[in-house]
């Protein structure tokens, strides 16, 4: 299973304010410099993990988390970025070729293995990803895009 270069990003954000005092609030582009992250990208993310419930956002103030570490589960995260059909509905496999009505080859394991899955994305929180560190595996001073 491969997830969306967003989805990377938005956990690395989300352990930036996971590490931050609770109830302080960061701009973007603190979280993103922190993170070693293009700020202008990460700004559209911190956007969707805000309209998902993950995120509060206060204009002119930054983001905080909506809740404690310890109650936002990875499933929620890959949501707000991804949506719903991206991560649990489609194929992992042949996405655009696969699904119930005409199924890819692998389409009944995948079908077997996604209720695991899922399971496990909800099972998985913040602080467990925190606790475990995420480090940015950017050079320091410099974002993945090479600038």
Do not use: N
């Amino acid at each position: 299973m491969r997830l969306a270069r967003e989805s990377r990003y938005a956990i690395e954000a989300l352990v930036v304010l996971a590490d931050a005092p609770s109830g302080e609030m960061m701009e973007a582009r603190e979280i993103a410099a922190l993170a070693h992250l293009p700020a202008p990208f990460l700004s559209k993310i911190l956007r969707l993990l805000a309209l998902g419930g993950v995120l509060r956002s206060q204009r002119g103030r930054g983001y905080e988390l909506a809740r404690p570490p310890e109650r936002i589960a990875l499933g929620d995260v890959l949501r707000a970025v991804e949506g719903d059909e991206v991560i649990w509905e489609t194929c992992i496999f042949w996405r655009e070729e696969c699904d119930t009505e005409h199924p890819c080859p692998l389409h009944f394991r995948w079908t077997e293995l996604k209720p695991g899955i899922q399971d496990a994305m909800g099972s998985v929180t913040l602080a467990d990803i925190a606790r475990h560190g995420f480090e940015p595996d950017a050079r320091v001073g410099e974002h993945r895009d090479g600038r």
